[in-house]
């Protein structure tokens, strides 16, 4: 399978460990804003992408809730 390219934009650390960022994915443009767990999308973010606009919580990288 092909992966999608993904793109840091800014991160924010906290006690050493990824906290916050935004991840643009480079091939159909999607975002993400929001919080990260050991550099995997989780916690409370927005994701923007062609098909759908999200905002909320987001569980091992996947939407949640």
């Known amino acids: 399978s092909i992966k999608r390219l993904k793109l840091l934009i800014s991160r924010e650390f906290e006690n050493g460990k990824w906290k916050k960022g935004i991840l643009n994915w ?3 443009k999607s975002q ?3 919080e990260f767990l050991d ?3 989780h916690g409370k973010g927005f994701l923007k992408t ?3 606009i999200y905002e909320g919580e987001f569980k ?3 939407k949640h809730g």
Do not use: C, S
Request: aromatic share 14%; glycine share 20%.
């Open 50 to 52: 062609q098909q759908y």
């Open 60 to 62: 091992n990288g996947k």
């Open 26 to 28: 480079d091939q159909d």
């Open 32 to 34: 993400y804003e929001g």
């Open 39 to 41: 550099g995997i999308i």
